[in-house]
């Protein structure tokens, strides 16, 4: 194999895991703000079942959930396994991912004195129009550089997609690399993931630039 054949090969694989990571942060940043809230519940019932779901995802490896999210379906229902491969890693990227910002969205929103809920309520805010309009465009400036820590660690995690036998760029890397018997495939994933996460942490950076509240 060229290496112009091979660069081709990762480059389709390369848009796979691009794909996984969008659907995963499209996904997971919602769903971990509605967890966070969720968990400061005022119903106790509630808040043990979030506590429950945050500590099994974040005690348990990824690979491991994804493998459940996977053959689960199988052994529960019957689903086909081929045809469930890809939402299965979406839904276990969603679902772990989410506990992770929750936590991250949790401690932004705790971190904000309660002297401004009282003062928003005396000029007349409804709780919503308080979150909306002064909680959470603090508390997304606070979070900001635990957000682009997680959103890195998401690009590297997309590799654990070969559990799966999903053909991403990190998978067709080992496959190349064993046919070929060549540590090329390696490197070129590796630039490859240098590079995506290099315009994740410019994009988060000019984001937070643009969250501060000094120029």
């Known amino acids: 194999m ?3 054949t091979m660069l081709k090969v990762m480059s389709e694989g390369m848009l796979r895991t691009c794909g ?18 969720l968990r400061k ?6 808040r043990a079942i979030i506590r429950v779901y945050i500590s099994i995802i974040r005690g348990t490896p990824l690979m491991l959930q994804l493998l459940v999210w996977y053959f689960g379906p199988f052994y529960l229902f019957g689903w086909p396994i081929g045809s469930w491969r890809f939402p299965a890693l979406i839904v ?4 772990n991912y989410a506990a992770y910002f929750a936590e991250i969205y949790r401690g932004g929103i705790e971190s904000i004195p309660v002297g401004q809920n009282e003062a928003a309520e005396v000029l007349g805010y409804t709780k919503t129009q308080t979150f909306m309009r002064i909680i959470l465009p603090q508390v997304i400036k606070t979070i900001l550089p635990s957000v682009t820590n ?6 590297k995690d ?5 559990t799966l036998a999903y053909q991403e760029v990190f998978s067709l890397s080992k496959q190349i690399s064993a ?6 495939p390696f490197l070129i994933a590796g630039v490859f993931y240098y590079i995506a996460n290099f315009v994740v942490a410019f994009v988060m950076e000019r984001f937070e630039r643009a969250m501060s509240y000094y120029k």
Do not use: H, N, W, Y
């Not at 519940?41 to 509630?46: D, L, N, T």
């Not at 997680?150 to 690009?155: C, G």
């Open 2 to 4: 060229t290496f112009s």
């Open 158 to 162: 997309t590799s654990l997609a070969f």
């Open 41 to 46: 519940s005022r119903f106790a019932p509630v």
């Open 150 to 155: 997680e959103v890195i660690t998401l690009v």
């Open 179 to 184: 046919s070929q018997s060549s540590f090329m």
């Open 20 to 37: 996984i990571f969008i659907l995963t942060v499209i996904g997971s940043l919602p769903l971990g703000m509605i967890v966070a809230l």
């Open 92 to 95: 276990g990227f969603v679902v």
